[in-house]
């Protein structure tokens, strides 16, 4: 057994390992700054210091919280921690230096970065970041609230439509989910299945402040604190008052963990030839679980979320692809009555390109009648001179957005655009065979050569760049670190965040792809 054959045995204990525990706990993802240190404005822990220290350890050296590849993702968190620092009264000179270094890092950006408004705004920032603004001022913090006179108009449009809406058609939406920029009374409809307000522990935090005077509402706190307690859990860290930015993600989770295997090839009649039956049976099982969890009017990213395009699109390309029978009616809920795209949320202030491709791959899956040509110009239309994609509302990479674009098109059959977009792509590869907007990672790494696979795998991708596949091949595997979930926060809800196990699906999985080109 040579030394790939060993890496690749291990790839595959990695994946198994990855999906037979899809779903449980609720889905796992990174710890959140935003939630973490609202949560601790809003319902500290009784030993608040840990989390307060780790809060502090995630500050940037240019002075503000979370990713830089995504900057106007940064201000709620930014803003955030700024606020529970100051809650505090601190008199460490390192907190007070803490406090000084987020207002210095919002000062210098604000204006170029709220100057106009995109599709690639954090979750509910147009009601929260005014809100949280607004407290700045309250305790006397010098913020300048006109940089963002864009967001705070779209927040009162937000608001307005907020307002014409029944509670009842509220609970499990992207409302309740931002329910701390907005919400006053809180009303026990807004709890749902998961024991949370809008599977937002910030929402669930404001919540249980402004519900514990009620004695009427002793039990649904309960309630409501134990789902903390899970989102706690869902982080993986052992740090009480550390929470994710979203919880459960069960169907979310296990839906886009089980895409990059459909992207490989995975479910193709051949692949039966080298995926260890092992491996197999658990890929049955949990597409068992994804055919049990759609439903006519679609799939949320848990049972008590309003059905969304994106994860209801991704559903259908699976279930297709493994000859389960989903009706076309179920994904075309989410084509946009005004224009030729595809929503998450019917009525949503921001598209999502990616939603669109995921789409067209699932209805070119089902061989639909649905004339595609309008969908694939809809996305072309939106292309950049650099030749990709801008990140967008789900995802703040431009690599992940560029090749869900590329294998949307080429699966339904706009095979002309391919060698070019498979030249732009390999312009971005870093000389040591990674791609990375802004740090290397192994998961821009993995979208970009699952899509230059697919495309190699069609006769569309140019023989010149072949030896691209090799150098991305070379450096996964010398990054490979099996059973290592750490890696750059690419997605984006409340700020940029890591789906654990989806992350390390993708990740696994292009790793095997290329080994299994290879020939191993």
Partial sequence: ?????????????????????????????????????????????????????????????????????????????????????????????????????????????????????????????????????????????????????????????????????????????????????????????????????????????????????????????????????????????????????????????????????????????SAASWIPLSTRAVIDRQITHLHAAITPKGLGFTDWFLADGDDTAVATAILAAYDHAVSPKTLMRFKSPHSNHFCAWQGELQSSPSVTAHALHALALLQHDEPLAGYQNYLLKQQLPSGLWAGEKWNISTIYTTSQIMIGLMQSGRVDVIPALCQSLVLFQHPNGAWGMDELSAEETSYAVLALLMAKQAHLLPEELYPTLTQAKDWMCTEYRPFDPNGVPLWLGKEAYRPLRVSRSFEIVGLIALLQEEGV
């Fill in 1 to 269: 057994m040579n030394d790939r054959t060993r890496l690749l045995a291990v790839l595959w204990t990695d994946l198994e390992h990855t999906l037979n525990h899809l779903g449980t706990y609720g889905g796992l993802m990174s710890p959140s700054v935003y939630d973490t240190a609202q949560c601790l404005r809003y319902n500290p822990p009784s030993n608040p210091w840990p989390a307060v220290s780790w809060l502090i350890e995630q500050q940037r050296k240019d002075g503000g919280w979370s990713t830089p590849t995504a900057p106007r993702a940064r201000y709620m968190p930014t803003l955030a921690a700024i606020l529970a620092l100051v809650s505090l009264h601190p008199k460490r000179k390192s907190t007070l230096a803490a406090i000084q270094g987020g207002l210095d890092f919002i000062r210098r950006r604000q204006w170029d970065d709220w100057a106009t408004l995109g599709d690639d705004l954090p979750g509910g920032v147009e009601l929260i970041l005014p809100l949280l603004l607004n407290h700045a001022r309250d305790v006397k913090l010098p913020i300048d609230l006109e940089p963002y006179a864009a967001l705070v108009a779209l927040g009162k449009q937000r608001s307005t439509y907020i307002q014409t809406q029944t509670l009842s058609h509220l609970a499990g939406t992207t409302a309740a989910h931002g329910w701390e920029g907005w919400g006053e009374q809180p009303d026990p409809a807004f709890v749902d299945g998961s024991k949370t307000v809008g599977h937002s522990p910030t929402a669930s935090a404001v919540w249980l402040s402004k519900a514990r005077s009620d004695p009427n509402l002793h039990d649904i706190c309960g309630h409501v604190e134990a789902g903390l307690q899970a989102a706690w859990a869902a982080t993986t860290t052992t740090i009480e008052g550390v929470f994710t930015t979203c919880w459960p993600i069960t169907h979310f989770e296990r839906t886009f963990a089980l895409y990059p295997l459909l992207l490989a090839g995975f479910f193709n009649p």
